[in-house]
Every structure is written in C-alpha cells, then in structure tokens.
C-alpha cells in the first residue's frame, strides 16, 4: 500500500514509537526555529538543561514580534536571545529582517526535513514540502538539545485541488475555504495534505499561505508536495543545492478527501471574530460596510508576489480618505525587491504607511483600529481584542480584497475593481492580466542581517545576558493523589490562547516575566480572575470545545501554572495547547459525558480521588460539591489519556523537571 507524503516523512523520522493513527510517536526534528515572544522563554529552558550547544542540523532564533521597544524590556529579551545563540551555536536573524515563517521559507526550509518552531504558524514550510510544526517553547527547547518530538500520529486529509483559479481570487481564499468548511477545530488530529492538478499552478509563497493559516483548521500541519515549482523557488533563493522532489505515492490513502475546484471560487471573508466565520465577499457587497483601516502583511500574506499584486491595483490611484493602509513586508528581502521594481513608490503613491518587516498589526503591536473600527487584515487570526481595541471589528482577506476596500473605502469584491477604477483611469480595465505575477527568476539574496553560528571553540566563554525583566520560570508540582480544588473560572467553546494570556504592545514585553504577565491573565474573559485565583490560592478551569486553539504560547500554560491553577477541565483541547499544560504539569482533563460541563458552576468545589491511579489508567472520578447549598453533591466522570511519556512528565512535575533540567 502506498503511502502519504506525510507517512513517508515520520517513517524516515521516527524514533519512538509506531505509525499507528492516534499513537504517540516521537520524531527527529532536523531544524528548529523560535520568535522573540516565545524566543527568550525557550533559550532559558533550554540552558537550565546545561548543554553547550544546539545538536539539530539547523536551528534559528528569530526577532520578529517584539519589535517595539517602547522602554528596555524587549531591547533586553533580545540582547538575551541574541546571546543565547552565539552561545549555543544557533542563526540569529536580527529585528528588521522579517517575520520568522517567511525569511524561513526563503533562506532555511528544505523539503523532506523536520522543522519545529515555538510559533503555530511554523507549517508555513509546508509549502515547500517540509513537515513543520508548531511547538510550546520546552519542546523546541527540547528538540534544540537532540530529544525526540512527540506527537499523536496523525490522521491524513487530502485537499485535492481541481481546476485553477481565476483572476482576482488566490491562495487565501483557497485556505478561507477550507476553513469554511472545516471550521477552527475540522483539522484537529490530522495533516492536511495538498494534491491534484490544481497545485501545478500555484506558486511556493502562494502555497505556504495556505498552510500557513492551516493552523487555524486545528491541524497538525500542512503539506504540500515537493515539485518542479519548489525547485524553481529554490533555484530563485540561490539554494537548489537543498531541492528533493517528494510527494505522496499514487495509491496512498488518506482518512479523508476533500475536494475544492479553484476554478468555481470567488474571493471570500473572515468575519469578527473567529477565522471560519467565512461567507464570500460578494454576500456582503449589498450592505455597503464601511472599512476604516486596512492593513497588509503578516506570515500568510506578505510575500513579494502578495505585495506586487498589491501595488498593481494601487499604482496610480489614492486610498479613500477614511481609511488608513498599512503594508508590512515579510522580510527585507521583499522590502528591497519591492524597491527596486517599483512595487513601493505606486504603494506609497496610493497612501500607503509602510511599516516595519515585522509581525506588527497582527500581534496587536501598533496599529490597533479605532473604536468599534472595521479592519480588513490578509491576517489569518481575527480573535476578539487580539487587535488591541476590544471592540474592533477585524476581518481576513486576500491581499486583492485588501487593496479594494482601501481603495473603495467599503468591503468590496475585488472582481468589480476593472469596472470600479476603469471609470476614470482606462488601463485599469485590464487590470486581471497584470496581476499575474510569477516568481522572480533570482530572488535579492542578501543575509546581512542573519548572524552565522560560530564553531563551538570559539564560543566557550559566551555568556547569556539577561537583563532586570526576565524573571525565573514558575516551578511545577508533582502531582499528590488527592486534589480538592474550587472552579475558579468557567469559560465557553473555542477559547483561545489570546483569551487565555492576551498579547499586544502593552503586555508583549512581560513575555519573560511570568509574574507581571500573569495580572493579565483571561483579562478578555473576567479581568477579576487573576486576583480571585490568587486569593483562592489556585484551582480548576473549566472549558468547553477546542480549549486552547491559536497561538503555541507556553505562557497560557506557564500563568495558570504561576496562579495555582492544577488542572483544566474541558470537553476537548487544541493539540499544541493540551502539551504545553502536560509539560507545565497541569492535569488537562476531559468530561466522559459532555453534558456534565454544564451542571458545573464557579465556584463549585471539585475533589478528585485516586489521582495517581488515575493518571495511570485515564479515568478519573471526581465530586461536585455546588457554591449553591441547597444543591445536593454529585459525581462526574473525568478522562486524561497521557502516553506513557506523558504520565512520567505529569508525575515528574513537568518536562523539564522530567528532562533533568534546573528550574
Ligand atoms: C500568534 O500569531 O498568535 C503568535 C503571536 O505568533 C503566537 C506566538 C506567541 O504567542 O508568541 C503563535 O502563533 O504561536
Ligand atoms: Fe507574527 Fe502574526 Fe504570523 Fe503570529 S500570525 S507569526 S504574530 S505575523
């Protein structure tokens, strides 16, 4: 029997384990990456395992995120990062030199390999055929040291792509599709692979958008073969030396085919406030919505064939006066090349501000929208407040829809732009033509702002700088066997890690200061719940559907651990949440029967017995003693299915305890 493209990749890579679907597996990861915001957490775990240098083949610490330095903590966590991987051995791409997924694509990913990276959009890569994954910061920590990942072995999909798409439509509303159909957790436990004639015409940065934002569909990863067209891209970077073709064999069988025809799909939209909140542009035409900002960038839509694109329907015209447009290049290597082809005068022409080749808007980092302001962001997250004004209304769009709502001043389908702008200016009735844009022939290669790792003798006497803000990491507890614990917060489906530890320019810079960061903790949810969980002195969380979902960071574990929170109770989790709570050594436990999630209330006392039995078996049972006194108590049924792996670190008191590390 044939085997996926993703099959073939953990079978060259496994090192624990067998290919059973659902199993642990632990893998060899070849490369890692890591961004400030998680960056300076991962490289203080990583020392406290007193290795002397990093033993993948490749690994980077890049400065994206943080890029505001708004008073010395972000300077230092860099001027810490920085340090940390001259001393152990690692590239270091300095702020300036773009957002980590896209200068990866560029200068570091081969197909075939292994990458993991304390970001959820590291699948980014597999649009060049790499299985990459997104990771909590100790598990990089830990690949950087030689140590296996472990995931749960994937189930497959394939999204078989038919036909081609047509002018004004691109890989964005590919992916918007997917989501609409599959929504936020329709990825969940599975690799979401691409295949079919449709795939021939899509370019490397065009697929890397679509498995970019394949971390919002719950996934694993996402992949795409290894082909002709990645060749060229290689080629174009200076680096065919790293090109393999590698693709899933023909008889491969997958768990589930989904098939999308380019051919009939029309320019789509995320809503407020969730990416599968997806309907087509054209629904929303007739009611005339207003945009007050629009903002082009982030590692899903900044390529330099995006930003082309973009400038070809901005040359010549000038954004509509209420609205405010915002590009920020991937990299440097996309900035310079707009330069000199031109692409970044018909920007600026228009109106554009030109920010920084970072992760800017999309972090909530500047440029958060104006009160109730509508937003339309190529982003691929839309989550309530992320943007950094509570009420703001953002929506996801391709880089065509971007450019026409800042031009039109309103969400307009891009498709009635030659109608739109030919009225005054002719050429622009052939505007579909010019907005076929191919891949450069050679690619402006210049790594000036990448720092090369030195030989090993030459970094003996290194030593990490950490400045005043970085503070210890909270400790984990093993586990007794009984636990008496009140629920001190009640949440609902789909929360997010940015409900759970929020980001933006206020907050970012705390990103290694557990305790300030903690007082912000589910602010989004109940601004009381830091404080109550303090006075409490810990307790449970209870969650429903996809607890977890979005970003990898280890701080919406590491909090909750810093707040006494021992363990969180939901109907289900998102993968790379679930293992950082297990890492941190909090219980992430599950209802057997969904319908007991809603009998419980805050405040309610739950006691759980035979805890260590339980983590040994995967069930649990609790009683319920309600805050309401007439109420009577009752029992419920709780599950955990840990890996033997699993139940050691939980044992251990977490992952690093469990590695042997200092804390
Ligand atoms: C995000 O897009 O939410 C982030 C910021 O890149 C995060 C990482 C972080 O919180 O530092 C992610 O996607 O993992
Ligand atoms: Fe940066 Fe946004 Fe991409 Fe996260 S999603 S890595 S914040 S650009």
Do not use: W
Request: one cysteine or more; glycine letters at 10%.
């Amino acid at each position: 029997m044939g085997l996926t493209l993703t099959e073939k990749i953990l079978k060259k890579h496994l090192v624990d384990g067998t290919l059973v679907k659902g199993e642990e597996i632990g893998i060899r990861i070849d490369q890692t990456l890591t961004q400030d915001a998680t960056g300076t957490m991962a490289y203080l775990e990583f020392e406290s395992m007193g290795l002397d240098s990093v033993k993948t083949e490749l690994s980077v610490a890049y400065i994206d995120h943080n890029t505001l330095q708004s008073g010395f903590m972000n300077a230092d966590d860099h001027k810490f990062i920085q340090s940390a991987a001259e001393k152990f051995g690692l590239f270091f791409s300095k702020p300036g030199n773009g957002i980590c997924h896209q200068v990866h694509l560029e200068r570091f990913a081969v197909p075939g390999k292994t990458l993991i990276g304390s970001d959820s959009h590291t699948p980014t890569a597999g649009g060049m055929g790499m299985l990459a994954m997104g990771a909590g910061g100790l598990d990089v920590a830990v690949a950087m040291g030689g140590g296996a990942y472990y995931i749960a072995m994937p189930k497959v999909y394939k999204i078989n792509l038919i036909g081609k798409l047509r002018p004004f439509v691109s890989a964005k509303d590919i992916i918007l599709e997917v989501l609409r159909r599959l929504t936020v957790k329709g990825g969940v436990g599975a690799v979401m692979e691409y295949g079919g004639e449709g795939i021939k015409s899509l370019t490397v940065p065009e697929r890397a958008t679509i498995t970019n934002m394949g971390a919002e569909l719950g996934a694993t990863t996402s992949i795409f073969p290894s082909d002709e067209i990645t060749r060229d891209f290689l080629k174009a970077q200076n680096r065919e030396h790293v090109f393999a073709f590698i693709s899933a064999d023909d008889d491969a069988t997958y768990d589930k085919v989904i098939d999308i025809n380019l051919s009939e799909l029309t320019p789509m939209i995320a809503c407020p406030h969730s990416p599968d909140n997806v309907v087509k542009v054209s629904e929303l035409a007739d009611r005339h919505i207003k945009v007050d900002q629009v903002c082009i960038g982030s590692c899903t839509n900044s390529s330099l064939t995006d930003l082309l694109k973009v400038a070809e329907i901005l040359k010549g015209e000038r954004v509509s006066d209420n609205v405010s447009l915002s590009i920020s290049p991937g990299s440097r290597q996309v900035l310079a090349m707009l330069a000199r082809d031109g692409g970044f005068e018909a920007i600026l022409g228009a109106g554009a501000r030109f920010l920084e080749c970072a992760c800017g808007p999309c972090i909530g980092m500047g440029f958060s929208p104006n009160s109730g302001g509508v937003s339309l962001r190529t982003f691929n997250r839309n989550f309530e407040g992320r943007s950094g004004t509570p009420d703001g209304q953002v929506y996801l769009v391709s880089p065509e829809t971007a450019a026409a709502a800042a031009l039109v001043g309103e969400i307009t389908d891009p498709r009635r732009l030659p109608e739109i702008l030919g009225k005054d200016n002719p050429e622009k009735r052939q505007l579909d033509s010019k907005l076929k844009v191919d891949i450069p022939k050679a690619f402006r290669v210049d790594d000036n702002m990448i720092i090369n790792p030195k030989p090993l003798d030459e970094r003996k006497d290194v030593e990490t700088k950490k400045g005043p803000n970085i503070k210890g990491l909270p400790e984990a507890k093993i586990p007794g066997d009984f636990m008496k614990k009140e629920v001190i917060l009640k949440v609902g489906d789909n929360i997010t890690t940015d409900h759970i530890m929020p980001a933006g320019s206020k907050i970012l810079p705390f990103r290694s200061n557990i305790p300030h960061l903690s007082q912000y903790c589910f602010e989004v949810c109940d601004a009381d719940f830091p404080k109550r969980a303090k006075e409490k002195g810990g307790g449970i969380i209870l969650g429903g559907i996809n607890y977890g979902q979005g970003s990898s960071r280890e701080h919406a574990a590491l909090v909750p651990l810093y707040l006494g929170v021992s363990a969180v109770i939901t109907k289900s989790f998102a993968r790379i949440h679930r293992a950082n709570l297990i890492n941190a050594g909090i219980l992430p436990l599950e209802f057997q029967r969904e319908e007991d999630y809603e009998k419980i209330s805050q405040g309610d006392e739950i006691e759980i017995f035979n805890l260590r039995n339980g983590i040994d078996s995967g069930s649990f049972t609790a009683r319920v003693k309600p805050v309401d006194d007439s109420e009577n108590d009752y029992e419920i049924m709780l599950k955990c299915e840990l890996s033997k792996r699993q139940k050691d670190i939980i044992r251990a008191g977490g992952l690093l305890k469990y590695v042997g590390g200092r804390q």
